[in-house]
């Protein structure tokens, strides 16, 4: 049996959460019980929105707040069919290259950020590894299990923006040198 029907705390933001929780997984498993799936979020009509940060505050501002605001805005929401209180947990665009190291490039308006791309031959670059003590890799650590203290199964935290694989290789070669190795 799936321990999240098992969570009271999911019930106080998603009253049926059970039907929605047994339709996603007869969905998974390839069946239906009596309609596909569907999902609407919306803000009550009385709704009271705090700010949940973006890229920036995420990875540097105070997450007490930010988690504790994230809560409050899914208590302020109605979640409809299979929809599911969550939020997205990155910190920002190439995180997996933030891990192995890689710096990040902050706009001025902060709302975004990217891997410094290295024009270092690949074969020098490899093999990526993540960093355990890299800062985001520590921050991203610490976002999980902060949200799971506080919203106590009543929000699901989502994935990030991993950027594996090929992927990786972009955020840390950048296209024009990355195409230049493939082609290499």
Known sequence: ENNTLKSPNLREIKPDADM??????????????????????????DAQMKNEGWYWERCFGDLDTILSNVLHNCSQKIYKGESMPGYWTSLGTHEIAQYCGYDVV????????????????????????????????????????KAAEM???????????????????????????LCMDLYD
């Open 151 to 177: 919203w106590q199964g009543r929000v699901f935290p989502m994935s990030y923006d991993f950027h594996s694989n090929m992927d990786l290789l972009l955020s840390v070669r950048g296209d024009a040198n």
């Open 106 to 145: 902050w706009p001025e308006d902060k709302e975004t950020n990217w891997c410094k791309h290295s024009d270092k031959e690949l074969e020098e670059l490899l093999p990526l590894k993540i960093d355990e003590n890299n800062y985001y890799w520590k921050r991203s650590i610490e976002v999980f299990e």
């Open 20 to 45: 929605a929780i047994k339709r996603s997984e007869a969905f998974w498993n390839r069946d239906m019980i009596d309609r596909p799936l569907m999902m609407g979020c919306f803000k009550k009509p």
